[in-house]
């Protein structure tokens, strides 16, 4: 397994906000009189100084809803998902939680007539803009004429394998979104930008692309998947997650406004299983997950969901 630093550098270019630093396990900001007095960035992680939540409810920086996404990608046959599909009908999920699966495009519909309406349908693409003579690809007018609520859009997958570049994505968001479709909006470094110190750089520049292009952040989930960590069982530690996830929050504060940075849910996807979910889900700002291989397991994927009740705390 290869050793991860903890210690993550912020932006090298030149922005309008003093972004945090973090030395080892505490965040610091070498700059008090950041943009807007904004004293947030020089709290520390939540086991340093954890913000007092009310008896009884959910724990959790943001204000929205627990988010848990399961992402199909190309795997599956009709057999193999009218089998998960059992199972996902079956299970007991808590009902504080928003849960979407995004099975491949050839059996959304399957899963649409089969899946009880408790969780939502996502894609896990879409075109750019309206469909037409796009060979290959599923336009959002499509997408929901079969019944999807979501879209993933900016996956590692379809950077680094395909080749999709920010701007792409973030077209891709803006026409998602101007057609009624929510967006799970991915980001995240690859193994070597970690080591190198560029983890926030990458994910800033990731999050401006999406900012530049969308109207709104109303349909907006932000999944952090560091790429090192996606389908390899190396899964970020809690508290690398954490830094990762206070960071963007932070960044949606001081770029997009403070009432986006605290409705927008930031959640976790990398290696998440019904074995490590629970201790991630107890970090105050990861929102939820967006799931690989544990999302076609039935059971442990409700596991996976049901992981919201390691929030809910006593004063």
């Known amino acids: 397994m290869a050793m991860l630093s903890t ?17 080892g396990l505490r965040r610091l900001c070498p700059n008090s009189n950041n943009v807007n007095g904004n004293s947030h960035s020089q709290s520390f992680l939540l086991f340093c100084s954890p913000r007092k939540p009310l008896k ?4 959790m920086a943001g204000t929205g ?5 399961g992402n199909w990608k190309c795997n599956g046959t009709k057999e193999s998902i009218t089998k998960l599909v059992s199972d996902l009908n079956s299970a007991k999920l808590e009902s504080d939680v928003d849960v979407v699966v995004a099975p491949p495009f050839v059996y959304i519909d399957q899963v649409k007539s089969s899946l009880n309406g408790r969780i939502e349908i996502a894609a896990q693409n879409s075109w750019v803009s309206k469909g037409g003579a796009f060979t290959g690809e599923i336009s959002v007018e499509q997408l929901k004429d079969t019944g999807c609520k979501w879209v993933i859009l900016g996956h590692s997958e379809r950077r680094h394998v395909i080749g999709e570049d920010n701007q792409f994505i973030g077209k891709k968001a803006v026409y998602a979104l101007g057609q009624g479709l929510g967006v799970i909006a991915c ?4 193994l070597e930008e970690r080591e190198a110190g560029k983890t926030f750089d990458v994910c800033y520049q990731q999050l401006k692309a999406f900012a530049d292009a969308v109207p709104t952040w109303d349909n907006i989930v932000i999944a952090y998947e560091p790429v090192w960590a996606i389908g390899t069982g190396v899964v970020a530690t809690p508290v690398q997650a954490q830094e990762v996830h206070v960071a963007v929050r932070d960044w949606l504060k001081n770029n997009v406004s403070a009432e986006v940075a605290s409705k927008t849910r930031i959640i976790y ?7 490590n979910c629970a201790e991630l889900a107890k970090q105050e700002d990861i929102d939820g997950f967006l799931v690989g291989g544990a999302s076609l397991k039935g059971p442990e994927f409700a596991t996976i969901v049901n992981s919201v009740t390691t929030k809910k705390v006593a004063a």
């Open 7 to 23: 210690s993550l550098s912020g932006p090298k270019s030149a922005t309008s906000y003093c972004a945090p630093e973090f030395s």
């Open 56 to 59: 009884s409810v959910v724990a």
């Open 65 to 69: 809803t627990f988010f848990v996404g």
């Open 187 to 190: 980001i995240g470094e690859l």
């Open 269 to 275: 996807g990398g290696s998440v299983n019904g074995g």
